[in-house]
């Protein structure tokens, strides 16, 4: 019963198997291999557009590195207050963005909403010599919060950022589960929108260790070759992440992953909601966040549940926490298995 995180899970049988085949003899090093080759011209089909493609290990470097590719280290970066940029990643941003700047806005459910984020660009002060500038605007797709971003949300977010000369960039360590999810396109839910930059992440969706950055506009990948290997993330055997990637995306692997783990976030959410517990955001991937009273709580850690404990300073108002009570974070993962929900469903009930 580990639903502590979709980091937790294991490998996706099909990555390991391509891991292990491209250990077959040798090859070139540092991304001038086939396998990266044949990776880049896959992803410039999937999504329908010429793309700058640069393979990392971690998420927080597909972050870090994205961010600093396009914002000055005089910039600013509007991001969700509670997202993982601005409060998981170490200051990963701020040191690779040589001293750029993370700004926090509030919104319900991981989300910025449109007319927050045009307060924030028209209240200033921006500019000159004395303030930073609006660089960038980040959003997490799928949210801290399991809540997804609609491609007409993003369209929106993206013009009002465009519009003050701000970039913007999606972080996509769940990407899949909210492609799965919306059931569109990869071009639909990222550059027809607006995005200009995006971390793709495969590591929670199935992989060992395999992110991207993929970039739309051809005239921000300058410098970005020599920004990745001066930050130490040119990995030399880049084949093998390589690897990983192009088995995540074969044959609609990645939102098949996904969509499993979503169905899983799914049964969860409803076996919790029919035990009378209180779920506080829509379940639009593959996380829920669920109020238990602390008994229960205990209960199920002592027949051997993991999940994490939660704070967040953006509650609905619909949704309250007591004092004899916890709020929790429960993630499905690919591996996630029905027996795995049902057992746990199974400790509630027997209260």
Same mark, same amino acid.
């Given at each position: 019963?580990?639903?502590?995180?979709?980091?937790?899970?294991?490998?996706?049988?099909?990555?390991?198997?391509?891991?292990?085949?491209?250990?077959?003899?040798?090859?070139?090093?540092?991304?001038?291999?086939?396998?990266?080759?044949?990776?880049?011209?896959?992803?410039?089909q999937?999504?329908?557009?010429?793309?700058?493609?640069?393979?990392?290990?971690?998420?927080? &470097? &597909?972050?870090?590195?994205?961010?600093?590719?396009?914002?000055?280290?005089?910039?600013?970066?509007?991001?969700?207050?509670?997202?993982h940029?601005? =409060?998981?990643?170490?200051?990963?941003?701020?040191?690779?963005?040589?001293g750029?700047?993370?700004?926090?806005?509030?919104?319900?459910?991981?989300?910025?909403?449109?007319?927050?984020?045009?307060?924030?660009?028209?209240?200033?002060?921006?500019?000159?010599?004395?303030?930073?500038?609006?660089?960038? =605007?980040?959003?997490?797709?799928?949210?801290?919060?399991?809540?997804?971003?609609?491609?007409?949300?993003?369209?929106?977010?993206?013009?009002?950022?465009?519009?003050?000369?701000?970039k913007?960039h999606?972080d996509?360590?769940?990407?899949?589960?909210?492609?799965? /999810?919306?059931?569109?396109?990869?071009?639909?839910?990222?550059?027809?929108?607006?995005?200009?930059?995006?971390?793709?992440?495969a590591?929670?969706?199935? &992989?060992?260790?395999?992110?991207?950055?993929?970039?739309?506009?051809?005239?921000?990948?300058?410098?970005?070759?020599?920004?990745?290997?001066?930050?130490?993330?040119?990995?030399?055997?880049?084949?093998?992440?390589?690897?990983?990637?192009?088995?995540?995306?074969?044959?609609?692997?990645?939102?098949?992953?996904?969509?499993?783990?979503?169905?899983?976030? #799914?049964?969860?959410?409803?076996?919790?909601?029919?035990?009378?517990?209180?779920?506080?955001?829509? =379940?639009?991937?593959?996380?829920?966040?669920?109020?238990?009273?602390?008994?229960?709580?205990?209960?199920? /850690?002592?027949?051997?549940?993991?999940?994490f404990?939660?704070?967040?300073?953006?509650?609905?108002?619909?949704?309250?926490?007591?004092?004899?009570?916890?709020?929790?974070?429960?993630?499905?993962?690919?591996?996630?298995?029905?027996?795995?929900? #049902?057992?746990?469903?199974?400790?509630?009930?027997?209260?």
């Amino acid at each position: 019963m580990n639903f502590e995180s979709d980091n937790a899970a294991g490998i996706a049988p099909a990555i390991l198997d391509a891991i292990v085949r491209a250990n077959d003899g040798f090859a070139r090093s540092y991304g001038e291999d086939a396998v990266t080759a044949h990776l880049k011209a896959h992803l410039a089909q999937l999504f329908e557009h010429e793309v700058g493609v640069y393979l990392v290990a971690t998420g927080t &470097a &597909a972050n870090a590195l994205a961010l600093a590719q396009i914002a000055p280290p005089w910039g600013a970066v509007l991001c969700h207050e509670e997202c993982h940029l601005a =409060v998981d990643e170490c200051g990963a941003p701020e040191f690779f963005g040589a001293g750029l700047k993370l700004i926090g806005l509030p919104g319900e459910g991981g989300k910025i909403a449109a007319p927050t984020l045009a307060a924030a660009l028209q209240r200033g002060p921006w500019g000159g010599p004395h303030h930073v500038t609006a660089a960038v =605007v980040s959003l997490t797709q799928a949210t801290e919060f399991g809540t997804i971003y609609r491609p007409e949300e993003i369209r929106e977010l993206a013009a009002i950022a465009h519009a003050h000369g701000a970039k913007v960039h999606v972080d996509g360590a769940r990407f899949a589960n909210a492609l799965a /999810r919306l059931n569109r396109s990869a071009a639909a839910v990222s550059w027809q929108c607006g995005v200009d930059i995006l971390s793709l992440g495969a590591t929670k969706g199935g &992989a060992m260790g395999a992110e991207a950055v993929i970039v739309f506009d051809p005239t921000l990948t300058l410098g970005l070759d020599e920004r990745r290997k001066r930050a130490g993330h040119l990995i030399s055997k880049h084949r093998f992440v390589a690897a990983q990637l192009e088995a995540y995306l074969a044959d609609d692997l990645w939102l098949e992953l996904a969509r499993a783990a979503n169905r899983m976030a #799914d049964r969860l959410a409803a076996a919790l909601a029919d035990a009378g517990l209180t779920v506080v955001w829509p =379940v639009e991937a593959n996380e829920i966040f669920v109020v238990l009273p602390r008994r229960l709580d205990q209960r199920l /850690r002592a027949a051997g549940a993991r999940y994490f404990a939660w704070t967040t300073k953006n509650l609905p108002t619909r949704a309250c926490v007591a004092d004899d009570e916890v709020l929790v974070r429960l993630v499905a993962s690919f591996a996630t298995r029905s027996a795995d929900v #049902d057992k746990l469903v199974a400790v509630i009930r027997a209260g």
